[in-house]
């Protein structure tokens, strides 16, 4: 293995570490986060669909979980999972929609999953995960009629998508369905920020889990990533300081 090679898994090994005490910790004394109105809102709506017997909609996007893209998508699934413990003892479990085959075969273990380990009566539905399209336009298509004929009182958009977006928005505006939304491209972000009420922005999409208490090491992972944007901000003051000095 090589130095650099040596080195990248240092790193790995010390996250890794930094992410198993932070855990431990959050465990005894939980984390307080700065409020982000739209998750606020994610949570009030899981709470909502409860007592009105509405659905909340889960879509993913169309990105593989293969790909830097399918970040968003574990993303997605971190929160689909929260989501899908609240809201399975209601008579109308959540809905997902998916563009990848992939991941709609996650996001349907994901649901069962949530399902089971609320001790359900009734059979999970494997239906309540959907492969709409394969292509972005046919994944937009497909999305539309779950938007209109399946009861929805909130669209959740967490994943990666493209401008093709706006058609889901434009659907989820003539239901009065509010939506919550978060990509981490660039052109889907632009569209969010014009049309839709509180878009999430940049890496605010990964922190999805940390707020719906997904889990400790979901609120972790927020900690170790404040960690290491300051221990590289240290780096590289000190090596501005050290070149300076004519130390470099």
Not at 70 to 76: D, F, T, V
Request: glycine share 8%; proline share 4%.
């Amino acid at each position: 293995m090589t130095p650099i090679g040596f080195a990248g898994l240092g790193i790995v090994g010390l996250v890794a570490v930094f992410m198993a005490v932070f855990a431990f910790i959050h465990r005894r004394s939980p984390f307080s986060f700065r409020n982000i109105r739209a998750f606020s809102r994610v949570r009030r709506a899981a709470s909502m669909v409860v007592e009105d017997g509405t659905r909340l909609h889960v879509s993913l996007g169309s990105a593989s979980v293969l790909t830097p893209a399918g970040a968003s998508a574990l993303a997605g699934l971190a929160l689909l999972r929260r989501l899908g413990e609240i809201t399975s003892l209601s008579d109308c479990p959540p809905v997902a929609t998916t563009g990848s085959g992939v991941l709609n075969l996650l996001a349907q273990d994901t649901l069962r999953s949530a399902h089971e380990s609320v001790a359900v009566d009734q059979l999970f539905d494997m239906n309540h995960a959907r492969l709409t399209g394969l292509t972005p336009l046919s994944y937009a298509a497909g999305v539309m009629p779950s938007i209109r004929d399946e009861n929805i009182s909130t669209n959740i958009l967490i994943g990666s998508f493209g401008p093709e977006v706006g058609l889901l928005i434009e659907a989820a505006d003539r239901q009065n369905a509010p939506i919550i939304a978060a990509s981490e491209s660039l052109p889907a972000q632009a569209v969010l920020y014009a049309a839709s009420a509180e878009p999430l922005i940049g890496e605010e999409l990964f922190a999805a889990g940390a707020y719906v208490q997904a889990g400790a090491t979901h609120a972790a992972s927020l900690v170790v990533q404040d960690l290491l944007r300051w221990l590289i901000i240290a780096a590289l003051v000190a090596g501005a300081v050290l070149k300076l000095a004519g130390l470099l």
